[in-house]
Structure formats: structure tokens, C-alpha cells
């Protein structure tokens, strides 16, 4: 589809309410003249968005995730043609919730499907070709009142909306769990029967039926209100999992991250970090704010896992990062240290020979220059200075960067790291070359919302 084609899409979308409110009219004759003029097929466009509008419907934008236009195209049968979604709301009707589907019929838009729902507004919306038959599965999640969400998953094969399965649901994954190469969903939604814990419901492709089947449910440790992240990932031979992070406040006021950790296992979901003996996960840590992700960028997801460094008495705590990863059985290993510096949006990955030997402290000069520098351990307290990092933004960040004993570590956009090394770091027992340092340093960037599904 050629960009200008885009472009009318996003011109209809942005003028049709003005038009209709009346706005227009304040556009002087010249301003019209100089529109461009429409191409034939989308004034048929055009005309159906005008008609429903006048009906009563006003336009209902998906509210996250990456498909928020209230009016989208997408190749959902593959024929290579893009066909049009509109998303609206009918106010009078039982069912207030539409989507209408158009397609490319000669020179027009027709309205080829209508798929509708009960509720107060889109969520989210996702293209998926689940079972990989060239033609896109639809993702709806729509918002039934303030606390219940529900997830559709429709086949438009043809373009005739089927729908493959519903659920009230308060997050999900679309991924490709037993490696089969069709992607199944994963389903968490509060358990209404016991605990007000949760429940992980699997979905898989049932090619016989060509419907998505509810194959088995993995019970999870944590109440939907208390997930923080669900996300995709890999266990330590590459086998897909999906991990959940839920935050609730500990016994000491001090808030832990529960982590459950779902994969397929002969063909079910398994919660592969519940213990038999509680129920209940065992992976339990301090909440740093730090989601599960790939640290060493060895393709296996690990889970944080904080540890206190070595403070004097009345200082903030300040924590080393141990991150696990895990195999299909649920056992752990510990596969890097880092030190995270969130406010910064940096990392360090700690040499292993660091390990229980180093303390940190960070200090802020200003708002403009941050300063986190690393120390040998003496006892229980901090020792010999080693190194500094600096965070600096200010409009003088090149000159401070480039101060003496300082070394450029990375530039941003709005933001120079560096590093200086003290007297004592050659010194210390348990240096690294400077290169591995600098090499271990790492810019957190900037990932997209985690909350749209
Ligand atoms: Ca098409
Ligand atoms: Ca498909
Ligand atoms: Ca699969
Ligand atoms: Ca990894």
C-alpha cells in the first residue's frame, strides 16, 4: 500500500468528526481548494465512516498498545491488499462496541464484516497470524466496566469474523510456547473460586477445528491487582516461558517481587517455579522495580534478584542484582551480577571476582552531574575508592565528560556516561582491565509499554 494512501486514511480519520461537529465551516473556500482531491475509493470510505457517524456512532480508539488509530489498516486475509478497521461505539445499542471491517471492491470500500461486543470501550487490538495460514487472527481486548476486561480472538479467514474463544481475562500472551511454530495464548485471569490468587489459562490451535482450544490452566502465585509484568521469554536451553511479576508489600513494609514462571510441558502449561509443598512460587525477592530480561545477552530470560551491599551505619541500602535463569524443571543458576542504576538508566555487569568485594555509593552533584562510585569492601564497611561513573546532563555534559581523568563511556541524545578510575583501583587485588570495565557498561534504553495487552 503506498504511503499516500496512509496519508488519506489519517486525513479522513482527523476531519470526518470536524466536519461533522461543524468545524469546517470556519475553513476559508481557499483552504478547501487546496485539499487535494480524494481518490474515488476512499470517498466511498468516506462516505460509510459518515453514514455510521451520522447513525450515532462516534469513534472508539483502542486505549494501549502498538494499534491505537480509531481507524487502521491491516492485510487481515494476506490477498496482499490492506483492508480497513474502524472502531466505534453505538451508545443505544446492547452491544456498543463495533468494528467494522471494509475491503477493496473495484473503485469502493464495502463493509465486508461487523464484528461487535458489549462494554465501555476498545483496550487494546493485536494482529496475529496464529496458526500461520497467511491470514491474521484478531486480538481484541475490550474493557466491560471498570474492573473486568475481556479478551475475543477472532478468525477472519474470508473475512468472516469466527470467534476462536472469549474470556474475561487481566493479561495475556500471544507466543509460540511448545515450539510447534503456530503461537498459542496465555490467559491470566483471577481465580474466582479459591484464594483470590490467579490462573493462567493456555490456549492452543486445534487445526481439526480450527478453533483455539483451552488446554490446560497453571495456577499462579499472586492476585491479578498485583502483577506489575507478563512477558515472553526463554529458559536456559532456549525453550519458550512467559514470566509474570506481581509486587506485593511484605511482612516488613518493604515490597517483594513473586515471580512465576510458565512453559509447556507434554503439551500443558506448567508453573515451573511452584512448590509442591506450599503451592506457591519460590521465587520470592526484594521489588526493585527491575523486570525479568535477557542481562548477559545470552538469548535466556534471568530474574533479578537483589542482595544488600555493604553500607556504614544510616546510609541508604544500595544493592548488587544476582539474575537466574532456568531450566524446563524450574532449578535456578545464577548467571550474572549487575549493579543497576535505574534513576540513571544504566547498568554495570560486575566482574565475578567483584563479587562480595565491592560496595557502591551514589552521589549527586547536582542535577546535572550524577556521580556513582564504586569502593573496595573493608569489613562490613566501605574501603578504597575504584571508580566513578558519571551521569551528565547539563548543557556543559561535553566539557564535564571530557574533565581531567575522565573517559567518555556513552553518548545519548540528552545524556554523556563517563568514567574516571581512582588512585586505588590498579591497586586492588581484584581490578579488571579498564577495557572490560567500559565494555560492561550498559545504557538501559527506553522499551515499550509492557502494560498494553
Ligand atoms: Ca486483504
Ligand atoms: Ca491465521
Ligand atoms: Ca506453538
Ligand atoms: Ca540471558
Redesign the pocket.
Known sequence: MPLWRRGWILLLTALLPLALSGCMLSASPEDLYALPQLPEEYKSLSAQLSEALSAGAEYAAPQAGGNLPPVQMKDLDGDGVDEVLAFFRVNSEDRPLKIYIFRVQGDDYVQAALIDGAGTSFHSVRYEDMDGDGAQEIVVSWRVSAEVQALSVYSVKNLEPVQLMTSSYARYEVV?????????LVVVRSDETESGLSLADYYDWDSGKSMLQLQSTARLSASVATIQWMQAGALQEGERAVFITARDAGADETSRAITDILACRQSELANIVLSSDTGFTTQIARFLNLPPGDVNGDGATEVPRPAELPTEPGEDPCWKIYWYCYTADGADSAQAITYHNLTDSWYLLIPEQWDGRFTVRQTNVSSAVHATTFYSVRGRSPGEELLTIYTLTGADRETQASKSGRALLRRRTDTVYAISYSAGYDEWSYAVDRSVVEESFKPIEKRWSMGEN
Open positions: 509460540d510456547m511448545d515450539g510447534d511454530g503456530d503461537l498459542e
